[in-house]
């Protein structure tokens, strides 16, 4: 079992939808959650993190954890053509893990389209 | 504001023939310096993390290996390239020191390695 798993997609959604993007992990450690974009042939961009339970928001996007069920969600409102793009989940443990260096664990990514 | 350069965008190279990839960051000091590949339809990869100058580690056994000359330059090498070796290569930063931020990483535009 994967330590991270996220639904590949693809994902098409019409411009307007609300789009949920999900991820589910296995390992308790994980306390510190990413989300990163990724637009085709670019390297990913970090779009939100967060530390704790419950929801982070910031313009059209939310993040939020529920360390409980070991699952978290970023939702886009008002979805864009602009926001067509991989996304990509990203965890750790908290404070590196007591290592002096930042270990990810990805998700596998998943392809979302917004058409017009 | 730090940047995250590399370089070539795009390589295409022959089985066989040597490799080498930069990555420089500007704006930050003593930053943690990673190198990822991701194949198509694949998650990122970890291939190797720097915490300080002369200090690599590698995490997956393989045809490549990296340096660290500088403190803000991180190269990733090959002496005979082979057909698998293909993939889009990231380089990231964290800032160093083991903290919370240290989890958080910063992708650069990536590189494009096509073996023929």
């Known amino acids: 079992q994967k330590e991270v798993e996220q639904d590949p997609g693809p994902l098409s959604v019409p411009e307007g939808a609300i789009v949920s993007l999900n991820c589910t992990y296995s390992n308790s450690a994980f306390q510190y959650f990413m989300w990163y974009r990724q637009y085709s042939r670019k390297g990913p961009e970090l779009l939100m993190y967060t530390y704790s339970s419950g929801n982070k928001e910031d313009g059209r996007f939310t993040a939020q954890v529920d360390k409980s069920s070991k699952y978290i969600s970023l939702f886009i409102r008002d979805s864009q053509p602009s926001d067509s793009a991989t996304y990509l989940c990203a965890m750790s443990p908290l404070n590196a893990g007591g290592t002096s260096y930042g270990k990810l664990t990805f998700g596998q990514g998943t392809i979302l389209t917004v058409h017009p | 504001s730090q940047t995250i350069h590399q370089w070539p965008a795009t390589l295409v190279q022959p089985v066989g023939s040597p490799l080498s990839l930069e990555c420089t960051v500007e704006g930050t000091s003593n930053p943690n310096l990673y190198w990822y590949r991701q194949a198509a339809g694949r998650g990122l990869q970890l291939l190797f993390y720097s915490v300080g100058i002369g200090q690599i580690s590698s995490e997956v056994p393989q045809n490549l290996s990296a340096s660290r000359p500088q403190d803000r330059q991180f190269i990733l090498s090959s002496k005979k390239l082979l057909l698998s070796d293909s993939g889009f290569y990231l380089c990231?930063?964290?800032?160093?020191?083991?903290?919370?931020?240290?989890?958080?990483?910063?992708f650069g535009p990536g590189t494009r390695l096509t073996v023929l």
């Open positions: 990231a930063w964290s800032p160093g020191g083991g903290g919370p931020s240290t989890d958080t990483q910063y």
